[in-house]
């Protein structure tokens, strides 16, 4: 005798407590990403808005400004690397655990221009113990990547939230 599976209540797989479980971690990643937020005067100087968090991922968005160009009049390596790095630490602080770069690298691909709307993606690819990996993709406007940029975290004491 087979049983179709599509038969069967989804209750007895903890499906239910699946979707309770994701809709906490993802109260908590955007509870951490507002607090982390208040005291981020570096990426609020430079413009960036965060367009997504969840649980080990954050997008963040930054528009080229003139000011942020250099001498081949495209945007500054350090400013791209500052939006990644952004994105990273809104992605590894997600968990309510205070969370800091242990080291990180930058790929540069294409240059941007001044007005263009950068958008930084984070994605947790490893998290254990108190280390983390995370790729960061910086694409233009058009789709294209400008950068890929790898960061790895360390959790340090205390919490994100009350800190």
């Known amino acids: 005798m087979s ?15 699946t979707v309770v ?9 955007e509870d ?23 649980p080990g991922r954050a997008v963040l968005v930054m528009t080229v400004r003139p ?19 952004s994105a990273f630490a809104f992605a590894c602080n997600s ?7 242990a080291g990180c690298s930058i790929e540069y691909l294409a240059p941007a221009r001044a007005g263009e709307l950068l958008r930084a993606e984070a994605v947790e690819r490893s ?3 108190r280390t983390g990996v995370y790729d960061i993709t910086v694409s233009g406007e058009d789709g294209r990547s400008v ?4 960061g ?10 009350g800190a």
């Open 3 to 17: 049983i179709d599976p599509r038969s069967l209540d989804p209750r007895a797989f903890g499906a239910v407590e």
């Open 21 to 29: 479980d994701d809709d906490k971690a993802q109260t908590l990643a």
């Open 32 to 54: 951490c990403a507002r607090a982390m937020w208040k005291g981020d005067a570096a990426s609020q100087a430079l413009g960036m808005r965060i367009d997504e968090v969840g």
């Open 67 to 85: 000011d942020m160009l250099n001498g081949h009049q495209t945007c500054h390596g350090g400013f791209i690397f500052a939006l990644a790095d």
């Open 95 to 101: 968990y309510d655990r205070a969370t800091v770069a």
């Open 127 to 129: 998290r254990s113990g």
């Open 147 to 150: 950068a890929l940029f790898r």
């Open 152 to 161: 790895k975290s360390h959790e340090i004491k205390g919490p994100v939230i």
